[in-house]
Every structure is written in C-alpha cells, then in structure tokens.
C-alpha cells in the first residue's frame, strides 16, 4: 500500500519514468489519482474519514473512494479498482468529471475525477477508512467555505470544482 510503483509523468501527463511512491512523494514528482465522487439516489455524497493508519491526511475526511493510479495503468481502469478496494462495489458506469493539474496543494498529483451512483451498502476497506457518512451538498458547500479543517485540502479542490461545473 505504500509503495506501490507509479508511473512518473511530465507537465503534460505523459510518462517519463516509474519510482516506488515513496520516492515520488518524497522527491514531489508529478504522478496520477483517480478520486470518485459516489452519489446515492437522493443526491447526498458519501464521505469517507481517512484511516488514523495512513501516512497521509490521517483522520480527515476526503472524496468517496481515491487512490494512485499504478504503473501501466490507466485512469479509466484504477477508477473501478479503486471503488472496489475502498468500499467493496462495482458499479455500472463511471462518468469522467475533469481532470485537475498537479500542485503542491494536490500533492503533485494528476487527478482524474469521476462521479457514480451507487446507494451502498458499502463494505470499507478498514485499513484505509475508518467510517463513512452521506452529506447534502449545501451541507458540503458551507464546510468548504468555511474552510473546515475535517475535511483534506484535496476534496475541498475537488468539490469547488465539482460545483463551479455542476450549478
């Protein structure tokens, strides 16, 4: 899990080398994520709190299901994988949102996100999540403008860009 081999890629997404993700964070060399965004029935988000094992935003909440793309694969295949890893389901299509560019506030990381619909049950992966929840999107809207620190800098990205293209 934390050090899985990714691909390294320039300033136009193309990959130039592969480097264990130790590496990679530890040199902040441009590399890929997928985030998905899991809509229920009734339009609320499902969140997932970061488990207090990772080595990264520890007990934060963040998007439904993210994870690193790995070395040879593509954005379109680790979305699914990801779904399955994090909250043990398959579903039937992905929708490709946008794609945000690399910084340091997104960890150098090309991230592809996407929206599904799914209603759970979820089954969390307990190494990776400690709990869930669904939130109403104007309850999500006031945490992220109100900067709230439970929430990772990369979803609150993610969800203002989600809104700036969704309203």
């Known amino acids: 899990m934390h050090n ?3 691909d390294v890629v320039d300033s136009d997404d193309a990959v130039i080398a592969q480097q264990p993700r130790s590496v990679i964070h530890a040199n902040r060399l ?4 997928v985030h998905i965004l899991v809509f229920n029935d009734a339009g609320q988000l499902f969140l997932q709190k970061r488990s207090m094992k990772k080595d990264l935003n520890k007990g934060l909440w963040d998007t439904s299901a993210a994870g ?4 040879g694969e593509s954005y379109a295949s680790c979305a699914p994988r990801e ?3 994090e909250l043990g389901v398959t579903v039937e299509s992905l929708e ?3 794609k945000l560019q690399p910084s340091s506030d997104l960890g150098m990381e090309f991230i592809q996100v996407y929206r599904c619909r799914h209603n759970g049950p979820f089954s969390l992966a ?3 999540i400690d709990e869930g929840c669904w ?3 104007d309850i999500l809207d006031k945490r992220v403008t ?3 620190p439970t929430l990772t800098l990369t979803f609150k990205i993610i969800w203002q860009q989600f809104r700036s293209i969704a309203n």
Do not use: K, Y
Request: proline share 4%.
């Open 135 to 137: 939130l109403n999107p």
């Open 4 to 6: 899985e081999l990714l």
């Open 68 to 71: 690193h793309v790995d070395a």
């Open 146 to 148: 109100s900067n709230d």
């Open 83 to 85: 779904l399955h890893e």
């Open 96 to 98: 490709g949102l946008f």
């Open 30 to 33: 441009r590399h890929r994520a």
């Open 126 to 128: 307990a190494d990776e």
